[in-house]
């Protein structure tokens, strides 16, 4: 049981959830971050203020799964992701020690099991 | 010239001046409430780029039409295009306009805001992808070749009007001008590059429905502006500025509880522009009875055009074609139908005894449209040969606020580093603008 975290490009995230469905991956979190990932800075001026702004919008999934779910979720990520330009971001596998599902009480493998699979 | 009081100089009518003075600050404000409209209905990463758009409109086309397009639209009465006799505001003055009792200073200014109005109201058709350094320059070029030969057509003594065509405030020159012109800018722009593969969404619904609200506001000076006083055609266009859109917006809201059991808020501000654009040609000509049934009647199809354009594969972003161009098509024909003598002391429509009115109406609803699609879609594919219309791919997908305008609608400025001037020949170059 792992979690997997993609972190990928926001106009890239639709992409991403298709390929997720198709690969029947279910159960799925995501969220806006800010992120740099080397991509060239941007310089912005508002009247006499100029910034440069390194960080990038970029969206955050987090999806648990069960081992033999891992390799699928990553190729998914990875298809509905990728340009080949700087910055389309990173995926991280991270070992879970414990999950559950809190309307039944599951645990575990059980947990992250889609309900009907 | 020596300067007199307005009262002295001959012919000036000081109660129809102050309303027009009124009314041209009023119909320059919708710019920017169309601006709110349209930034409101895009993504928010492009709507400081959609807002600028409109904005822009009002820097371009206010000095073309200044230094020429004034000129060309109201000089002289050639059938087909004005004089050069007031080019750069040459004999402009504070002596009345022809068949007003205004200073022509002020008629200058107040067709001024109209032709600012209809070159922003094209923006529509190319947002979210079209190039600004190209859109400044097509917006320059089209308040030149485009709009003041319609508005001389429609409204500056040339064919249509001497010929009988009835267009109170711009069916002609202002709707179905920019409906055509932007179906003509999508076609040649071409579609967005996620355009029916993945939800394009409004970003902020309540900008969409305060720019219209504004709009509506903006409109009683549009169309009771046009009568170009306080007289009665002035009154009667005030009023069924109210009546028609109100109709309009009614039955818009019946049209969407048929359709999906949901009300929308998106839908409403649409019909209020709808609404507007409907009784903009026909204002000053058809009784307040005739207007509502306008209003009513007219939803029909400019809402049916809005739920099946997106089917198409014509990226015509904002629907102008729907809610200005074929409005203002329906607008103009309705005229033929049911406009009254009593109430507007120049013709009957085909209702009231004199079908001939709708053979007038019949001959703009045609001409615009042709001379609109054909002029923009030649002056878009000239100007494509001369310059990139729109930017590589990856551009669409970081936004053109940040591409176009290195700002951005809703900067959170976290992680913004100043750049000092000390430090500026350090800083980064910015993301290559293209």
Known sequence: MKLVIGIVRPEKANDVLEALYRAEVRGISMSRVQG?????????????????????????????????????????????????????????????????????GETDEAAVTPVGA | MPALPLAQVTGIDTGDTAWMLAATALVLMMTIALGLFYAGLVRAKNALNTFMMCVSAIGIAGLTWALIGYSL?????????????????????????????????????????????????????????MRFRAWMVFAALWSVLVYPVLAHWGFGNGWLMSGGTLDFAGGVAVEMASGFSAFAAAIVIGARKDYGRIGLLPHNSLLVLLGGGLLWFGWFGFNGGSGFGTGEPSVLAFTNTLLCPAATLFTWMMLDLIRDKKVTAVGAATAIVAGCVLITPAGGFISPGWALVLGVLGTFPVYYLIVYRPRTRVDETLDVLAAHGLAGFLGILFIGFVAQQSWNGVSDGWFYGHIGQLGDQALAALATPLYAFGATFVLLKVLGALMPLRGPEPDEALGMDTIHHGEEAYPTGEGAILVTPEDGGEAPAPVAQT
Do not use: W
């Open chain 2, 73 to 129: 639209a109201f000089d002289g009465s050639g059938d087909l295009i004005g004089g050069l006799h007031r080019v750069a505001l040459h004999d402009v003055t504070f002596a009345p306009r022809t068949g007003t009792k205004i200073p022509e200073l002020v008629f200058f200014a107040f067709q001024a805001t109209f032709c600012i109005i209809t070159v922003a109201l094209i923006a529509g058709a190319v947002v979210e992808r």
């Open chain 1, 36 to 104: 740099h990932g080397g991509e060239l800075d941007r310089v912005e001026t508002y009247r006499g203020t100029t910034v440069k702004v390194d960080m990038n919008d970029k969206v955050r999934f987090e999806i648990g799964v069960s081992d033999n779910f891992v390799e699928p979720t990553i190729q998914a990520i990875c298809d509905g992701a990728r340009t080949g330009e700087v910055g389309d971001g990173k995926i991280f596998v991270v070992p879970v020690e414990r999950a559950v599902r809190i309307r039944t």
